[in-house]
T-cell receptor, first 114, second 114 residues
Framework: GAVVSQHPSRVICKSGTSVKIECRSL??????MFWYRQFPKQSLMLMAT?????????EQGVEKDKFLINHASLTLSTLTVTSAHPEDSSFYIC??????????FGNGTRLTVT | DAKTTQPTSMDCAEGRAANLPCNHS???????VYWYRQIHSQGPQYIIH???NNETNEMASLIITEDRKSSTLILPHATLRDTAVYYC???????????????FGTGTRLTIIP
């Protein structure tokens, strides 16, 4: 069964609004979670590392003020896309790793900004 | 992390074994070979990983050459549901200290033909 849960699976929003995506670890605690983005016909690109109780670490070229990450508990990380624009339309995927297990991924969130 | 090279695409007849190659000639001694797959519009799914010995689980077998410069993922009896993009990733051992991120290449698009 799924060990990492993402919500929502699909969201459509208007340009200029903000969207929050949740990533939950099921039945395990995750001090670290990872957020990826995938554009059509491309591979997954790591956006940021979410750290429980501290600031997220962003990859080069990812705007931290636009993609707000909050990891307030050991089972929940949220990614908020602020002031979304059509170019932010993408497939957002989170991942986390149970202790001594491989990295597991959520089923992704398809964001469409109109 | 070592770079990997995979064919862009492959076809395999349903019911036959699918053999997916991966070259990782710059792999270092402490780096593992991980395989994930991504079915359309879903998050990546862990398949298998290994260091130097061949590995087998309920999903697949992983054959690593003696010099560890290449490996092959084998799906013994491919079904239509195995159609996906398969990613071969090489990286050091996953610790429990927050460095578990994986870097994805372009992968191999495997199509199972009825």
């Amino acid at each position: 069964g799924a060990v990492v849960s993402q919500h929502p699976s699909r969201v459509i929003c208007k340009s200029g609004t903000s969207v929050k995506i949740e990533c939950r670890s099921l039945d395990f605690q995750a001090t670290t979670m990872f957020w990826y983005r995938q554009f059509p016909k491309q591979s997954l690109m790591l956006m940021a590392t979410s750290n429980e109780g501290s600031k997220a670490t962003y990859e080069q070229g990812v705007e931290k003020d636009k993609f707000l990450i909050n990891h307030a508990s050991l089972t929940l990380s949220t990614l908020t896309v602020t002031s979304a624009h059509p170019e932010d339309s993408s497939f957002y995927i989170c991942s986390a790793r149970p202790f001594n297990s491989p990295l597991h991924f959520g089923n992704g969130t398809r964001l469409t900004v109109t | 992390d070592a770079k990997t090279t995979q064919p862009t695409s492959m076809d395999c007849a349903e019911g036959r074994a699918a053999n997916l190659p991966c070259n990782h000639s710059t792999i270092s001694g402490n780096e593992y070979v991980y395989w994930y797959r991504q079915i359309h519009s879903q998050g990546p799914q862990y398949i298998i990983h290994g260091l130097k010995n061949n590995e087998t689980n309920e999903m697949a077998s992983l054959i690593i050459t003696e010099d560890r410069k290449s490996s092959t993922l084998i799906l013994p009896h491919a079904t239509l549901r195995d159609t996906a993009v398969y990613y071969c990733i090489v990286r050091g051992a996953l610790s429990n200290f927050g460095n578990e991120k994986l870097t994805f290449g372009t992968g191999t698009r495997l199509t199972i033909i009825p």
